[in-house]
């Protein structure tokens, strides 16, 4: 019985590790879609994220079809607000590319990329 409630003990410490290796949160920055994927790079950031549907959801299915109703060239930079879960610093997306994966659960602002934006981020630093 004393293995029972060690392995359920065990299982409940999986999972609680599990839950907290994503970061909810609201990020703002540059969308990019084509053939090799979907990326975002965080204002105030050189990073890239691999960007992802979260389970059962196809917010980043609607985030592209966005994308190619503003861009008029491939591979173009468009403005993002999005709300979502960001995993640790690792390797995602094809080859172990990128530091992120971000599941994008919902889109605050869409738009097409302007000079001024991010630049509260350059002002604070």
């Known amino acids: 019985m004393s293995w029972l409630v060690a392995f359920i003990g ?8 599990i839950g907290r290796s994503l970061e909810s949160g609201t990020w703002e920055g540059f969308f990019t879609s084509g053939r090799a994927g979907r ?5 105030g950031s050189r990073a890239t994220w691999w960007v992802q549907n979260p389970s059962f959801e196809s917010t980043a299915d609607e985030l ?9 060239h491939p ?7 999005i709300r979502g879960e960001a995993s640790r610093k690792g390797q995602y997306g094809p080859l ?3 530091q992120r994966v971000v599941y994008v659960q919902e889109l ?18």
């Open 10 to 17: 065990l299982v409940g410490l999986m999972f609680s590790a």
């Open 39 to 43: 990326t975002f790079r965080p204002c």
């Open 64 to 72: 592209e079809q966005r994308y190619q109703e503003i861009i008029s």
């Open 75 to 81: 591979y173009e930079q468009i403005y993002v607000r």
């Open 96 to 98: 172990g590319s990128y």
């Open 108 to 125: 605050l602002e869409v738009r097409p990329k302007q000079d001024t934006d991010c630049l509260k981020d350059e002002d604070e630093e």
